[in-house]
């Protein structure tokens, strides 16, 4: 199984709106509405942002938010901060009681 | 409030082994799944692991399938993850998380760096 695919790196300005792609197949982010979103600061554990394509824990800003159609998923951040700076992961379940999660996309804010 | 405490890592031989713990607390341990994800040095997540509430099921990555053993301890609220024919590809911060396949991993552990080199 490939990770999902992600770009490595997005921009938005502060107060700016930024959207992170995650693209799998129809046996992982198509076939199933378990995809979560994590936030990593440097050093840090990654932190979840949103479970089940568009659900957002407790704490979590409503700035942040989630989608998917097709075999894509997507995170929105809106109103950017500059401590929304970090990596992002999305992950997948798979299919087989596997998880998959994506490469990493470095959010900047400029 | 929910903490999990990994430990256990630690720089070993190739082909050697290690066993990773998971201390958690603050919630009731014997009522969640519990996974185990792997992060090498400046690269992303990998999922490895999976075991269920009870410990009767379990779920490894195709990676690390005849190498790694996940078990649980659910009378000292403890995860474990045994690896064994270590290779260089395993070197990576392990972390604990709360939550199975589904990835729904609200809480995290801190991490516990294992290196395999000679």
């Known amino acids: 199984q490939s990770a999902l695919t992600q770009p490595p790196s997005a921009s938005g300005s502060r107060g700016q709106s930024v959207t992170i792609s995650c693209t799998g197949s129809t046996s992982d982010v198509g076939g199933y509405n378990y995809v979560s979103w994590f936030q990593q600061h440097p050093g840090k554990a990654p932190r979840l942002m949103i479970y089940e394509v568009n659900k957002r824990p407790s704490g979590v800003p409503d700035r942040f938010s989630g989608s998917k159609s097709g075999s894509t998923a997507s995170l929105t951040v809106s109103g950017l901060q500059a401590e929304d700076e970090a990596d992002y992961y999305c992950s997948s379940y798979a299919g087989s009681n596997s998880v998959l999660f994506g490469g990493g996309t470095k959010l900047t804010v400029l | 409030e929910v903490k999990l405490l990994e430990s256990g890592g630690g720089l070993v031989q190739p082909g050697g082994s290690l066993r990773l713990s998971c201390a958690a607390s603050g919630f009731s341990f014997s009522s969640y799944a519990m996974s185990w994800v792997r992060q090498a040095p400046g690269k992303g997540l990998q999922w490895v692991s999976s075991?269920?509430?009870?410990?009767?099921?379990?779920y490894l990555a195709d990676s690390v399938k005849g190498r790694f053993t996940i078990s649980r301890d659910n009378s000292k609220n403890t995860l474990f993850l045994q690896l064994n024919s270590l290779r260089a590809d395993d070197t990576a911060v392990y972390y604990c998380?709360?939550?199975?396949?589904?990835?729904?991993?609200?809480?995290w552990g801190q991490g516990t760096l294992v290196t395999v080199s000679s």
């Open positions: 998380a709360k939550g199975g396949y589904y990835a729904r991993y609200e809480y």
């Open positions: 075991i269920n509430s009870s410990g009767g099921t379990t």
